[in-house]
């Protein structure tokens, strides 16, 4: 079938999963006929130390407050209450290292192991509001942190393993994080990730932090120093702790983390969320949009450096009581079909991925697929980005077996849970697209006027309950950044989207200058700011250019200094900078240099000509360039770089 035609396919939900679905088609008339009462149906999910006197304060806006008056433990929902049922002992981790080790923890035991490094983390003064950062590799220890964290009311700052020491040292500075907690390594196709090496390198200029507690994850194969008095092994301080630590009473509105995203400045915002309407939000989609059962065996491959780890690794499956796959390594090790073979081996019934992966598996070939039994799969879920039809049709045929419906979910870090996605059994399916918003969430696509329309920019229209509350200490920057667009009637998500037939809703990607790159943020700025602070180079332009994998690749067009000149090791060391500054995941893919930029009058650099040219298309409108002569130079540049 053509993408024309998948476009327009309609995948009806089956009877047997509409029959057994947790969500009833009657959730969005409930939730239309009064939104309140529905998100205060759906807190009654969680267990609270204290119900909430209003379930929405909207006197400040854009400062949402849900739930206000209600007392809460985001830990104590996600461990305690399991261990009071018959949960107690089921799994609640199942841990693959990517080494082929494995370990099972399940709630009982996961209560201690929390409990105990609560205790530690109190024992080293971290008090209710102070921040840890945690920059771990994906292994159980990494989980039982945050709940730790959580469970004494400290907010974590999760900082994804991939990142750079400068990065790290900018995160924990912003926070003032008054404790990290990492790892000697953790393996990543084979090698080791220096997490603490990276660690060190970081506190040279991160004043804050007082102790950092080490895990031991990879032992010999990573050389480590230690800072005396500063550093100390997690599991010589887990012997001597103490198995009982009682859950802070928190508030509702108190902070539960932060967590870094890239946006259009050249610095990280920390996007801070709150506990009880944070939990409620991903709890709830849990239950409708994954269909979580008690028999399931549930796995999402994001790192829970990501938004996504946090709410669908750790927060929402947890409280649900669900049993969650842990997986460390990457993809293809030590051969492509790893994630197959780990579907097999635990009977995952739920398998939430990334479009990137899956284009990468189509191109890897059927036969790694074929190897394995996947027959236990009967959900599937993608995020990050958008699906291509062609995608979306090989996964739903290759891994899903046309059985399992396919959930695709648009959120953001700033969301907290999913916002648009279908519901399992209810909602007909649309390769490549996110269909309709949830019941109680009122997304819409609407014009520069707000007004609504066929095509333009993705809004929300009123506060949900796991809405980022600002940016940690930027007010300003939260009220700018996302409700000044609309004039405050609207968050503003800074993508763009369109409408069909049957009004389902297409994301088309950002409209601002934010790169989806594999599915990781990467903000145009960040990358020109880290080219800039290269010696030899005057100016940069960094555009995303479109990538049959990777969604988008980085391409930067760099003015280098007078004198200097261009050679294949410039840009090999500018590509190791970058990689070095930020992380190996935003390193650029090309490297152009030129003597000009197209710019306008005003100054400002034209990246959609920029992507023009990349993309080898005919080049738009240049009529507001300051010098019209430029794009020519561009053009012959970039196309004699390509041959
Ligand atoms: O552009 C959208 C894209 O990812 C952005 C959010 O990135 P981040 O905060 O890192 O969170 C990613 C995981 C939730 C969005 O602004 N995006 C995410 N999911 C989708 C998507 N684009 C299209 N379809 C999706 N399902």
Known sequence: MSEVQLEKLLIDPPAEFAAQANAKADLY?????????????????????????????????????WFVGGKINACYNCVDRHVKTWRRNKAAIIFEGEPGDSQVLTYDQLY?????????????????????TIYMPMIPEAVIAMLACARIGAPHSVVFGGFSSDALRDRINDAKAKLVITADGGWRRGKVVPLKANTDKALEEAPTVEKVIVVKRVGDAAQINWVEGRDLWYHELMAKADRHCEPEQCDAEDMLFILYTSGTTGKPKGILHTTGGYLTQANMTMRYVFDIKDTDVYWCTADIGWITGHSYVVYGPLSAGATVVLYEGGPDYPDKDRFWAIIEKYRVNIFYTAPTAIRTFMKWGLEYVQRHDLSSLRLLGTVGEPINPEAWMWYYKHIGGERCPIMDTWWQTETGAHMVSPLPGITPLRPGTATLPLPGIEVDVVDENGEPAKEGYLVVKSPWPSMMRTIFGGDECYVNQYWSRFNGKYYFTGDGAKRDDLNYIWVTGRVDDVLNVSGHRIGTAEVESALVECQEVAEAAVIGKKHEVKGEAIVAFVILKEGVQPSDELVNKLKKHVAAKLGAFCRPDDIIFTAELPKTRSGKIMRRLLRDIAEGRAIGDTTTLADPGVMAELKEKYASKEE
């Open 112 to 132: 201690g192991e929390v409990q105990k490094f609560a205790n530690v983390l109190k024992s080293l003064g971290v008090q209710k509001g102070d921040r840890v």
């Open 29 to 65: 008339e409930k939730a239309a006929a009064d939104r309140l009462a529905f998100w205060a149906d759906e807190a009654e999910n969680l267990d609270w130390f204290k119900k909430w006197d209003k379930v929405l304060d909207d006197s400040n806006p854009p400062f949402f407050k």
